[in-house]
C-alpha cells in the first residue's frame, strides 16, 4: 500500500514551490495532461504577445519590424535565452529551423571537423529522425559517409579511429533513460570523436549542463518542455571552439557574414549565425519566446526535484493499484536514470491511450506497445497522479480498450 | 505631360475589379505601402485566425489536435492551396521549411535524377541564398558537385552534357525582370538538364503555369505577394513524374512514409510528403493559410492586369515628376518582361529610401544603389502611385538623403 493518498498528495501540492506556475498556463478544467513532452500547455502570456506581433509589429510596422521589433536578432536572442537552461554560454546557442534539420547542420559541421573520418554512429531505436538524417547525409555522401545504428549498450565499444560522430539523446524519448553526457563525451573524446546531442526531451525537463560535459554540438525542439506552441523553431548549439571552422552545408542567406550585402559568393558568418539558414517564421518564434521565458522564471533544480517526484508517485500509484493488469515499466525506477516522462508497456497500449483520452487523461502511444506518460513540473499537482492512475485502473477493470473504434491504428498518434 | 493626374487615377481606382480587397487588409492611414513584394500586409482574417489557433487547437485541444485540428495534414493542405496559383496539381506541391531549405531539397532531388552529371547552373546576381545554396551542396560533396554561376544571357548557352540542373528565379529580386519559363525549360530540356524554378517574387504577383511550361522543381516564400506574414513557411514543387524517384537529402521523420511507425530506417513517403523533413510551425502555417485563401479569391488575371498598369502609371509618373533628378530605370519598361515591382537606380538610394520611409512612403533599398517599389494589386490604389512620386520628387527637391542619420547603413535594409 503507497503513502500516496489524496491528503498526503494535496498536501505536497500545498507545499510545492513550483505551484504558482500552473497559473501561469491555459489548462482545461478536469483534464489531467501527461503530453506537456509532446506539446506543452499554453502559457497565459502567449496570446497577448501574438496580437501584438500580428497586429502591431507585422500589421502597424511591416517591413520596418525586422529592424523596429527586432524579429532580426530574434534567433539569437532567444538562443541566447535557451543557453542559460543548456549550461551555454551566450552566442553558442541559436534558434532556426526545425529538430531535423539542425541534426544535419550539427552533423555536417561535426564531419567537416573530422574529414579523415567516415562515420556517423548513433544507436537503434534512437529517436527515428535522428536516424533518418544520418542516412540523408550517408546516401547524400557517394559512400564516403557511413551512417551507423548499434545497440545503446554497444556504442561506446564501437568508438574508433572511423568515427568522426556520435549522436545521442540525452532522454530517451520511449524510455525516457537518461545517458551521462559527461562521461559519454569523454569518453567519446578520447577516442577523438566528437558528440551530437539531442536535447528534445532535457532542455526544460532536466538540468542540462553542455559546457561542463564538453560537448561539441546539440540540437533540440521548442515545443515540448519549452512550451513553445505546435511546430515551435528548434535550436542548435555549437561550443564556442568549434564555431570558427565548423562549416554549415545549409549555407542560407541568414548565416551569411553580411546578408544584406547581397554578395554571390557565401561568407559564413563569424557565429553562431552561420547556423542559421533561411527566413525564421517569426509568428512561431514569438510564441517560443514566451515558452523560454517562463521556463527561464523557474528554478531548474526545483524542477527536477518535482519531476522526479511526480514520477515516483506516479510508479508508486501504478504499483497499488495497476499491478494486476499487466503493464511492464519500461523507465528506469532509479531516479538518476530517469528523464521526466515514465513509461509503460502493456498489450493493449494504443486503444488503451483512446479509452484514457476520453476520460481526460492525455498521455502518448508509442509503437509497438508503449504508454507514455509526460511530467510536466510546470502545470501538474502530485494529486493529478493519483487521478490518472485511478482513470487508467478504471479503463483496466472495464476493458474499455476493447472498442471497435480503435481497430484501426490511426496514422499520426 | 502624362495623363495621370489625381482625377484620372481616382476614376481608375473606382472601375478597379480588385479594388474591394484592399479593405480585406489592415493598412495604416496614410501609408503608402510598396514593399509588399519584401513582406505582404496583414489580412484582417489572420488575427481572428491565430487567436482560434492558439487559444482553442493549442491551449483546448492540445495535441490531439494535431489529428484533430488537422495540423498534420496542413503541409499539404495548404501546398494544394498554392498549386492552384502555379499551374501544379493537387500533391504536386507542399508547405515546408524556408526557400532555402527547400532550395537544397529540389537542387539535391534534381541531383539524384542526373546521376552522372555534376553542375548546378544558375546567373550571376540571382538572389544570393539561391547561390550560397548550391556551394554548400558543391562544398559538402568534396567536388563532386560544381556550382556555376554565369551571366544571366549566358545562361543558356552553357547548357550542356556537364549540367545536371539549372536553378533561375523567374522574377528577378532585384530587376523585376520575368524570364520565359516555358522557353527556359524547353532549351533546358533539350540538353538534358532539370530547371529548379525559385518563385519567391512570381505565387501570387504574376501567372504561373508550371506544368504548362513543364517544370521539374519549384520552390518560393510564402511571406511576399501570399501575405503569409514573416518568415512563413515557403514550399516546394516536385512534378508529379519525378516524384517517385527523386530522393530528398534531408530526410527528416515527416517524410517518412509511415512517421510515427518510429522505424530505424528510412522510407520516402510515396508523393510529395517526401519533402516535408521536420515538424512544421503550426502558428505561421495558420497565417499562411490566410494570405493564400485571400490571394485565392483573386483573379490572376486581373491580378497581371492592375499590376502591369500599376507599374506603367508610376513610371510614366516618375517620367513627369522625377525626371530631372538623376533616376535610372532598371526594371523592362516593356510590359511582357516585367514582374510585379519596378526599381531604380540612385546614387542617393539608401538615403532616399530612409527619407521616403520618414514620409510614409515605404519601399526597399537593395545593394549597392538600387530602389525598389512593389507593386502589389491587392493593397494598392493607382491614387497611390501619385501619392508617392510625389514624396520621392519631394525628397529629390530637399535632397533629404543628405542626413547624419543615414550616413551608416543599417546591416539590415
Not at 540540437?219 to 570558427?244: D, E, M, S, T, W
Request: aromatic share 8%; proline share 5%; charged share 20%.
Amino acid at each position: 500500500m503507497s503513502a500516496w493518498n489524496r491528503a498526503a498528495l494535496e498536501a505536497l501540492d500545498r507545499d510545492d514551490p513550483l505551484a504558482g506556475f500552473r497559473d501561469q498556463f491555459y489548462l482545461r478544467e478536469g483534464l489531467v495532461y501527461l503530453d506537456g513532452n509532446s506539446l506543452g500547455a499554453l502559457p497565459r502570456r502567449t496570446m497577448p504577445r501574438l496580437e501584438q506581433v500580428a497586429a502591431q509589429e507585422w500589421g502597424e510596422g511591416l517591413i520596418t519590424s525586422w529592424l523596429g521589433a527586432e524579429w532580426i536578432t530574434a534567433p539569437r536572442r532567444v538562443g541566447d535565452k535557451i543557453a542559460r537552461l543548456l549550461g551555454a554560454e551566450p552566442g553558442e546557442v541559436i534558434v532556426a529551423d526545425s529538430t531535423s534539420i539542425n541534426l544535419f547542420k550539427a552533423l555536417t559541421a561535426a564531419l567537416s571537423l573530422r574529414p579523415d573520418r567516415s562515420v556517423i554512429l548513433s544507436e537503434t531505436g534512437n529517436f527515428p529522425t535522428d536516424l533518418y538524417m544520418m542516412q540523408g547525409i550517408s546516401a547524400f555522401s557517394g559512400g564516403r559517409v557511413r551512417a551507423e545504428a548499434v545497440a545503446g549498450e554497444e556504442v561506446l565499444e564501437r568508438l574508433g579511429d572511423a568515427v568522426a560522430v556520435l549522436l545521442l539523446t540525452q532522454v530517451h524519448y520511449k524510455t525516457g533513460v537518461v545517458r551521462d553526457m559527461a562521461e559519454v563525451t569523454r569518453r567519446a573524446h578520447e577516442a577523438g570523436v566528437l558528440v551530437v546531442w539531442d536535447l528534445s526531451h532535457s532542455a526544460g525537463a532536466i538540468p542540462v549542463d553542455l559546457n561542463g560535459a564538453g560537448a561539441d554540438f546539440a540540437v533540440g525542439c521548442g515545443y515540448k518542455f519549452l512550451n513553445g506552441g505546435p511546430g515551435a523553431p528548434a535550436y542548435i548549439f555549437a561550443a564556442g571552439r568549434h564555431q570558427a571552422a565548423a562549416m554549415p552545408v545549409l549555407s542560407g542567406w541568414m548565416g551569411h557574414a553580411a546578408p544584406f550585402a547581397f554578395e554571390d559568393g557565401y561568407r559564413a558568418a563569424d557565429g553562431i549565425e552561420r547556423f542559421l539558414c533561411g527566413t525564421p517564421p517569426i509568428l512561431s518564434m514569438a510564441a517560443l519566446e514566451c515558452g523560454v521565458d517562463l521556463m527561464a522564471e523557474a528554478d531548474m533544480a526545483a524542477v527536477r526535484a518535482k519531476s522526479l517526484q511526480l514520477g515516483r508517485v506516479f510508479m508508486d500509484l501504478m504499483d497499488e493499484h495497476c499491478g494486476a493488469f499487466g503493464f511492464a515499466l519500461v523507465s528506469p525506477r532509479e531516479d538518476a536514470r530517469r528523464g521526466s516522462h515514465v513509461s509503460y508497456a502493456h498489450p493493449h497500449s494504443y486503444g488503451m491511450m483512446q479509452a484514457l483520452k476520453e476520460r481526460g487523461v492525455i498521455g502518448d502511444f508509442r509503437d509497438p506497445d508503449v504508454l507514455r506518460f509526460g511530467l510536466t513540473p510546470l502545470t501538474l499537482r502530485h494529486a493529478d497522479m493519483l487521478e490518472a492512475v485511478l482513470k487508467i485502473r478504471d479503463v483496466c477493470e472495464t476493458q474499455a480498450w476493447d472498442d471497435p473504434r480503435w481497430a484501426v491504428r490511426a496514422a499520426v498518434t
